[in-house]
């Protein structure tokens, strides 16, 4: 019998030849990425919820503002940071090079620091995730002004976070309180 086109699933031979995983084969890393990125993407709102006419009105102070930023912060988080992520992607659309800088910085922030199951051990010392944080932030930073799109990346930031908070005010946040009960605040019972 030919066992030609199937896949194997046994990871003892994938794992012979990727000793540089740690023992683990390419395939049972990109099953884990997956599931890591599935679960992120959970957290995220649906979309329709997020653009909700219905749900848009001014703050009546400025500390009702401030307390529907932080709710809608809170309750948006993975949204807001896809708005922010797809706003600086296409400001750099016209500057090939930055953009391709972008996307090895975003591989390198899955591989290091999100998709990541165990510390990373560097001469024989474990690094702290606060650490990895900075590296990479700063190593983004400089990757991208090296390649001269620093208004650019700049402004494009400075949309994105202008978007979030002007979106977080206006949207009423005592629409998601159901979801929030006993985190936020404590219901009072009905008499």
């Known amino acids: 019998m030919s066992k030609y086109g199937t896949i194997p699933t046994s990871s003892s031979s994938a794992a012979a030849g990727a000793p540089h995983l740690g023992g683990a084969s390419p395939l049972d890393f990109i099953s884990r990425a997956k599931a890591r990125g599935a679960t992120a993407l959970a957290t995220r709102r649906p979309w329709r919820e997020l653009a909700d006419v219905h749900a848009v009105g001014l703050p009546p102070s400025l500390g009702d503002a401030y307390l529907r930023v932080r709710a809608n912060l809170a309750h948006f988080a993975m949204n807001y940071a896809i708005v922010v992520l797809v706003v600086v992607f296409l400001s750099l659309l016209w500057q090939p090079i930055s953009l391709i800088v972008f996307l090895v910085c975003m591989v390198g922030w899955l591989v290091l620091y999100f998709l990541r199951d165990e510390p990373i051990v560097l ?59 006993g985190r936020w605040y404590a219901p009072v019972p009905a008499q």
């Open 123 to 181: 001469f024989g010392r474990v690094v702290g995730d606060g650490v990895v944080l900075a590296v990479l932030a700063a190593v983004t930073l400089i990757l991208l002004l090296l390649t001269g799109a620093t208004t650019n990346i700049l402004t494009s930031l400075l949309i994105g976070f202008v978007l979030v908070v002007v979106h977080a005010a206006l949207h009423k946040a005592e629409d998601n309180v159901d979801e929030e009960v």
